[in-house]
């Protein structure tokens, strides 16, 4: 079992920045990469960024590329998104997740953190 924790998340006016992070915890060792979603109300849960543990290679969704970066420390098992020029769309409950696979498919992702909401206001 691999244990995901996010937080980080807030109330931020437009153009602020947020940094999340996800801690990782138990059998880590399987999963090829990370992954951060967002889900609005009433819509699906879409794929934000993704990042392999062990090339650091990167991949992001077109609404965020040049805005959002992900990173991680792998001595902390431990993964960040920084979020700047925040939008008011960007508004969503932000998860992590671990997959054994380097996919933006959410079907694909075998463990989930909880969430940490991310209100953007105008």
């Known amino acids: 079992q691999v244990q995901l924790v996010e937080s980080g998340g807030g109330l931020v006016q437009a153009g602020d920045s947020l940094r999340l992070s996800c801690a990782a915890s138990?059998?880590?060792?399987?999963?090829?990469?990370m992954g951060w979603f967002r889900q609005a109300p009433g819509k699906e849960r879409d794929f934000v960024a993704l990042?392999?543990?062990?090339?650091?290679?990167?991949y992001y969704a077109d609404s965020v590329k040049g805005r959002f970066t992900i990173s991680r420390d792998n001595a902390k098992n431990t993964v960040y998104l920084q979020m700047n020029s925040l939008k008011p769309e960007d508004t969503a409950v932000y998860y992590c997740a671990a997959s054994r696979f380097s996919t933006v498919r959410p079907d694909s992702y075998d463990y989930w953190g909880q969430g940490t909401q991310v209100t953007v206001s105008s």
């Open positions: 990042i392999r543990w062990s090339s650091g290679t990167t």
């Open positions: 138990g059998r880590t060792l399987g999963n090829n990469a």
